[in-house]
């Protein structure tokens, strides 16, 4: 096991920090202020290899599945709704590659990017009011005409909702399955019926565009139902046998992205984190601030960093945050080398990564006093970006719900082999390595 970081996982850290630093860092208290998307952002992202299908591609290369946690947390570093305007098209993606068919990744994946100099969305339409996180309530229908799917409804807190290429829309096509009942469609830019609402303007997250989506009479091609009639019409009948589910497609795709939400809330930590230090630290060059004596009292009178009051707090956000980290690296590299993430573990680091970001932004604006409440210090900022880590892609309530049912159904299994061991009268098997140990 090793826990260091490879030399390309280093240089991939290192050509995203550079791009957040360089690109991102200087353009986003602008798209902050203005709520727009950042089109020149994204553009120049293009230009590195850093935005489009062979970045993604790339991203997943890494057999230990780091690179993608390591880009998100140094693009969210430099601003987490410009990384969002840049990376949110991957949940369209995710929700095409769950559900749809070889040739239907084929086809759209590449327009949720665009290719050469073109920059394209996706958007990925879930979430409706009263139905977000009680996904099998959604009322968005979907109903066969002839050729064509007809579908009605309206979507809410879509990003890149209206603006993108391609949508990505559940809908119930048998609404008395509930879940069971939903499939997923894509909608392309352009077609008729189909429309962007509200636009919202947010406390956070502001370069990146969120919407209402609003489907009249919408009318599709047949071809447009991800997966095909065939897996629609299997997918149905067993859930009219009550033969059990195999899972949602909307609540799998979730699953997949955990990781890469929670290392998105991360990079707000750390870009707070490391203001902070450079913000309270008067003399940079001293190395010895150290030397005073380690009451509390003695060090009242030193440079903020020496304080022992201040080294309390920044200790406890610098040990959050890797706590974090670790999860998020774990779950990550589970994912990659297959391995089910049936302890929840995917929620996990998204739910800690999450709270540590709202916990240490909020926590570090107490160290630095009054000036984090002005627009002229950043943590202003990071701070209200930090918040909606803990509301989208399931919010912090339910992903302790899922991680605790995960849980239950673990413990429960252990049980159940347990009691067949029992009545076999067989010693469990430990494994090769706790086995050899034993001896
Ligand atoms: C900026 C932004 C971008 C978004 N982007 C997208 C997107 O691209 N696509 C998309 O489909 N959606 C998107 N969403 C929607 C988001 O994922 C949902 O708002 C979120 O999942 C919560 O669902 P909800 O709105 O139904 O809230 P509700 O489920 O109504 O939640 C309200 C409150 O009730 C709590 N709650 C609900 N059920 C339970 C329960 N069983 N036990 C305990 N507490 C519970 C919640 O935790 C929350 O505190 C976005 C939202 C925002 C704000």
Known sequence: ??????????????????????????????????????????????????????????????PDGMYGVIGAEELHWGCAGIALAISGSGLAAAGLAASGTPEQIARWVPDC????????????????????????????????????????GTKV????????????????????????????????????????????????????????VVFEECRIPVENLLGGEEKLERKLARARSGEPSRGSNALATFELTRPLVGASALGIAQAAYEWTLEYLDEDPLEADFFAPALDESSTAGQPPLARQGNQQILA????????????VQRAAWMGRNGIPLLGGQGSMSKLKSGQVAVWATRTLMDLVGPFAYTTECPLEKWFRDAKIYELFEGTAEIQRLVISRMQVAEYRERMIEAAAIAAEGTEPDLGGSVAAAAE
């Open 1 to 62: 096991m090793d826990f260091a970081l490879n030399q390309q996982q280093l240089e991939v850290k290192a050509e995203m920090r550079r791009f957040a630093r360089e690109v991102i860092r200087p353009v986003a208290a602008k798209h902050d202020a203005e709520e727009s998307t950042p089109w020149e952002v994204m553009k120049e992202a293009r230009d590195r290899g850093i935005h489009g299908i062979d970045h993604l591609q790339r991203m997943g290369s890494d």
């Open 316 to 327: 406890q956000v610098a040990t959050e945050i890797d706590a974090a980290r670790l999860l």
């Open 113 to 152: 990017f665009g290719t050469g100099d073109e920059i394209k969305l996706g958007a990925y339409a879930v979430t409706e009011a009263g139905a977000g996180s009680d996904v099998k309530s959604l009322r968005t229908t979907a109903k066969r005409d002839g050729d064509e799917w007809v579908l009605n």
């Open 157 to 212: 807190f879509i990003t890149n909702g209206g603006i993108a290429d391609v949508h990505v829309v559940v809908a119930n096509v048998a609404p008395e399955l509930g879940h069971r009942g939903q499939a997923s469609f894509v909608v392309e830019k352009g077609t008729p019926g189909m429309s962007q609402g509200k636009k919202e303007s947010k406390i956070g997250i502001r370069a990146s565009h969120t919407a209402e």
